[in-house]
């Protein structure tokens, strides 16, 4: 199993700033998948982070909005910028050890 | 595109009580499938994981059944308990060059009652 520690676990944002979430793994992986849960709703996969390449983002999502870091094996960043009310949700950082899928805490985002 | 739905979307029931909670999916090609716990306002916790070639798999109380075939599994809780009360999701994995990818379903709330 992976232990994933995510960084804040909650914050309230005004409209128009950015937040920077923190996702640190306890073991090194080759992907790392950031989700968002809007509220009510169930997740959706927002990109794929790569170390070494850029993320890839689905269908939805841009770099513009949601850049993502990955400057080694344990560590990714997501960033959302610019932030509208739209964006509260949950957002979390998932890994995968073998076919299992593991996740962190999540990022409870209030944009106010 | 693989779609993933669960029924019911809520259930309440009393203490000890069996249930059953459904997932379908409407795609056949699958990696695995996971079930999940998340409690309010929380991440996901694991519970079961079936892979493709496998037909079930238990933990404790519980235990989950799939049909690739028909594009179908099962969460099996014997003896609820009040402390089972959260949301569980299923999720189907395709491999794909960009790795193991999740798609989820709607969740069912459950609360168990003493």
């Known amino acids: 199993s992976a232990v994933i520690s995510q960084k804040p676990s909650r914050d309230i944002c005004q409209r128009g700033t950015s937040l920077t979430i923190q996702c640190q793994v306890d073991s090194q992986v080759t992907m790392m998948f950031w989700y968002r849960q809007q509220p009510g709703q169930s997740l959706t996969l927002i990109a794929t982070a790569n170390q070494g390449s850029e993320a890839t983002y689905e269908s939805g999502f841009v770099i513009d909005k949601f850049p993502i870091s990955r400057p080694n094996l344990t560590f990714s960043t997501l960033t959302v910028s610019n932030m509208s009310p739209e964006d509260s949700s949950i957002y979390l950082c998932s890994v995968t050890g073998g076919p299992e899928a593991f996740f962190g805490q999540g990022t409870r985002l209030t944009v106010v | 595109k693989q779609e993933v739905t669960q029924i019911p979307a809520a259930l309440s029931v009393p203490e000890g009580e069996n249930l059953v909670l459904n997932c379908s999916f409407t795609?056949?090609?699958?990696?695995?499938l996971q079930w999940f716990r998340q409690d309010p306002g929380k991440g996901l916790t694991s519970l079961l994981l079936i892979q493709s070639s496998q037909r079930e798999q238990t933990s404790g109380r519980l235990n989950a059944s799939l049909d690739k075939s028909s594009g179908r599994s099962t969460l099996y809780i014997a003896a609820s308990q009040p402390g089972d009360s959260a949301t569980y999701l299923c999720?189907?994995?395709?491999?794909?060059?960009?790795?193991?990818?999740?798609?989820f379903g709607t969740g069912t709330q459950l609360k168990v009652e003493l």
């Open positions: 795609d056949s090609a699958i990696y695995n």
């Open positions: 999720a189907v994995s395709a491999l794909t060059g960009g790795g193991n990818k999740l798609t």
